[in-house]
């Protein structure tokens, strides 16, 4: 998931900007946040992890009711911001768990018996191994 982000706003307000080709309604559709960060510890912002911070998505809870293509898509769509970081950054490292997780969660599907989320799950990877090939390789 993405961080929650509570930053002092002088000490970084030269820096504190989030990129529009990033995000919902951009061209990559996710990872503004994660963008965000990467540029913001770079510089020395300090962050700290704390476990009892939530975000909750109630939209996550209608993926029941949307039919098949929709939620495809909804799914989708998180992967091409996560590429960009990818390539922009040079975190090959994280390439192995962003197409593992896809893969696992339709297994899990699988076995729980949730056959549409496990048909969104192998099409989310196999989108994710597109999107690789086209843009890294």
């Not at 950054?89 to 899990?108: A, C, E, V």
Request: with cysteine.
């Amino acid at each position: 998931g993405s961080p929650n982000q509570i930053i002092l706003y002088e000490k970084f307000k030269d820096h504190i900007f989030f990129n529009e080709q990033l995000g919902v309604g951009g061209k990559f559709g996710s990872c503004e946040d994660y963008d965000n960060f990467i540029r913001l510890n770079r510089i020395g912002a300090t962050f700290f992890y704390i476990s009892r911070i939530y975000s909750f998505h109630p939209a996550k809870s209608t993926k029941n009711l949307m039919s098949l293509k929709d939620t495809k898509k909804r799914y989708k769509s998180y992967s091409p911001g996560f590429v960009y970081i990818i390539k922009k950054y040079k975190k090959y490292k994280f390439i192995p768990i962003f197409l593992l997780r896809p893969l696992g969660g339709s297994f899990i599907k699988i076995f729980e018996l949730d056959f549409k989320m496990a048909n969104v799950y192998f099409s989310v990877f196999f989108f994710r191994m597109e999107l690789l090939i086209k843009n890294l390789v």
